[in-house]
């Protein structure tokens, strides 16, 4: 996990200082005079050589400072951390619909193989992994949130709320019952629904098929014959013996895509109106704001190694058979 | 005839034949392979002959014809037209040739990349092996999407850079699957014999192990030609892809978006073109990874 991390961070570093023309130009634009970049250039510390400019970004990093960004002004790292439970409630959301929806489709059309229902999981499982994610929303808020009129459009909260609702975590979930309002929580909730849900369709179709095909490989097991046997009723069987093996598979999908969640946020915050990360993220790539950037790429790097380690102890307590793999995460 | 049969029998022998038979009829078994199959095909066909098919081949560019902006879907325009006036079934065909020209110029890179890296990591192991690993695994370590934005944020953004972004990270996978393919053909007896037979090492690489590669790295670059144009046309969707007026899947959605719901086909029709060329790749690679009974991640 640590040589991970030290590698995304020299790749993040290359992203932002080798790549690049000059960042002191990006951040100053066409229009600035060669001296405005030197000075400039000078000022970020553009003109040491390469080894001693990621000393200097890795101490930053390592204390937390990110600089500052050149778009908001502010230090990245507080931007970050005031747009980042946007993205999390978000992205949770959207993982509690691609395990709500997806296994229970995937244990009922392994159930019935071969039957109508399976293949209908079938196609809905191949399309929800196939359909562009900006396509979703874009369907998701024509015809749920302006024909149907049963969810809004965009943002994380009614105008009549937003005024009201002070921010105490940043999670606008929990925020909205902190300040006791039950109407602005269900506000919060009706906000949600139709981002998350067109976040988590790929991954939903991934969840299924897998969920599907480690129940058809559970099934044939012994210990699977043996409790039938002995009488056990087959929904039980199903649920509590089957399931839990074939869980193994799909947890560990689970945790990459949560981590990869965040690559498909940027488009539904974008289409939705979503203050999160990834509209900061592409905010920041559209104005070449390099620290911001960094400072997001980081974050996202930092998500999914992080995920994945805790991926790893959670099938460790599942399975104590596997061998946690060291430094693989 | 039966010197025929002898002929045909040297080239490929029947126990081969017969092999390939029972591949196909597994592969046939699943109508959705073959619905795969005919719609890339299809698509193929489509982009290749886009100058002949397409109804206005002069709609393709900045084109502008503001008397017919926004027709809805009609016998002349069978998907509308935009907010210029261009026949948006043209615009669509045109696309698809951009997107499968995006995932071709991506795996044409990334593929032998990954492969070649995967093959030596794999054969050689020791401290070679977990350098080419180390750095792959990082790579791995970002979503492709937020790598390829970081990369394409630093250029001008156009599709040329959305293709190098996306294929400087392509490789990755392609050299975690051939790596581990590799690692355990490394100790078959098939590697041994022709390590005493004293083959080189390149050869016991490309001409030995990569042979017995080949099926995985196929279905995958079928399901991966998908993801690539998913990828393509995010990017496109960002405005850090194909840039109008030229015809990208994703930009043509994007332009779209402002003129929703009232002029849907605008986004609608090219979104939903997206969606049909992925859902072939993926059911063509579902029914070759049957075919060729494989275990490939996606």
Redesign the interface.
């Known amino acids: 996990m640590g ?2 991390l030290l ?2 961070s ?3 570093f290359a ?2 200082r080798v ?3 000059n960042p002191a130009r ?1 951040a100053l634009g066409a229009r600035a005079s060669e001296e405005q970049v030197a000075e400039l250039a000078a000022e970020m510390g553009l003109n040491q050589p390469l080894p001693v400019q990621y000393v200097d970004y890795m101490s930053g990093l390592l204390v937390g400072d990110l600089g500052q960004s050149l778009q908001t002004r502010n230090p990245v790292l507080e931007d970050l951390l005031f747009k980042l439970p946007a993205t999390l409630e978000l992205i949770t959301m959207a993982t509690l619909f691609m395990v709500g929806i997806g296994v229970p489709l995937g244990v009922v059309a392994a159930r019935n193989r071969g039957g109508v229902f399976d293949n209908a999981t ?2 809905f499982a ?2 929800a ?7 979703i929303a ?2 998701f ?2 015809a749920f949130g ?2 149907l009129d049963w969810f809004p459009i965009t943002g994380r909260l009614s105008l009549e709320y937003s005024e009201a609702v002070s921010r105490y975590t940043g999670f606008m979930l929990v925020d909205t019952l902190l300040e006791g309002s039950i109407t602005a929580h269900v506000d919060a909730w009706s906000h949600l629904v139709l981002p998350a849900l067109a976040l988590s369709f790929g991954g939903m179709g ?1 969840v299924i098929r897998i969920t599907r095909s480690s129940m058809v490989d559970v099934e044939g097991k012994d210990f699977i014959e043996a409790s039938r046997g002995y009488g056990i009723a087959g929904w039980l069987v199903a649920y509590k013996y089957s399931l839990k093996n074939a869980f193994i598979p799909t947890l560990t999908i689970i945790g990459l895509l949560y ?2 969640l ?3 946020a ?2 539904v915050e ?2 939705f109106g979503w203050p999160g990360l990834a509209k900061y ?2 905010q ?3 104005t ?1 704001d ?1 620290n911001a ?1 960094v400072g ?2 980081m974050v ?2 930092l998500m ?2 992080v995920t994945n380690f805790i991926v790893d102890l959670i099938l460790d307590w599942i399975d104590p058979r596997i061998q946690l793999a060291g430094d ?1 995460a | 005839m039966s010197t025929e049969t002898s002929t045909l029998d040297r080239i490929v022998s029947p126990a081969q034949r017969e092999l390939w038979y029972r591949s196909y009829r597994r592969f046939a078994a699943q109508p ?1 392979s073959i619905a795969g199959a005919v719609i890339v095909g299809g698509v193929v066909a489509i982009a290749v002959l886009a100058p002949v098919i397409a109804p206005y081949p002069e709609h393709v560019g900045s084109y502008t014809d503001f008397a017919n902006a926004f027709s809805p879907p009609s016998l002349a325009h069978p998907l509308g037209t935009d907010s210029a006036g261009r026949d948006i079934l043209t615009r669509v065909i045109f696309g698809y040739r951009l997107s499968l020209m995006l995932a071709a110029t991506v795996l044409g890179i990334g593929v032998p990349v990954g492969v070649l890296l995967g093959l030596v990591a794999g054969y050689t192991g020791g401290w070679v092996d977990a350098a080419i690993m ?2 792959t ?3 791995l ?7 390829a ?7 001008e953004p156009t599709i040329e850079i959305a293709i190098f972004a996306v294929a400087s990270l392509w490789w990755t996978w392609y050299a975690r699957l051939t790596r581990g393919l590799a690692a355990s053909q490394r100790s078959e007896q098939y590697v041994q014999a022709a390590e005493l037979a004293g083959a080189g090492r390149v050869h016991i690489m490309l001409r030995e192990i990569l042979p017995n590669c080949l099926s995985p790295l196929l279905v995958k670059v079928t399901l991966d030609a ?1 993801i690539v144009i ?1 990828t393509g ?2 990017l496109s ?4 892809g194909v840039q109008p007026p030229r015809p990208g899947l ?1 930009t043509m ?2 332009s779209g ?1 402002s003129f ?2 009232q002029q ?1 086909w605008v ?2 029709f090219p ?2 073109a ?2 049909v060329l ?2 072939g ?3 063509l690679g ?1 029914g070759l990874r049957d075919m060729f009974d494989v275990e490939v991640e ?1």
């Open positions: 040589i991970s590698g995304l020299v790749l993040v992203i932002s790549l690049p023309g990006m079938r196609v191949f399309s992994v196939s359909v562009p994610s900006f396509f874009i369907v808020q024509v302006y024909y991934q981590a990869w965040l690559g498909g940027f488009i974008i289409v993220g592409v920041s790539v559209l070449t390099v950037l997001v790429t996202i790097g999914f190694v693989t | 959705m180390r750095v695994d990082t790579f370590a970002l979503p492709p999407l937020v790598l934005l970081a990369i394409a944020s630093v250029f998908g998913l046309a995010s969707f960002i405005g850090l994703g959605v994007a978006t929703l719901p849907w986004s609608i979104g939903f997206i969606f992925v859902l790749f993926n059911m579902d996606q």
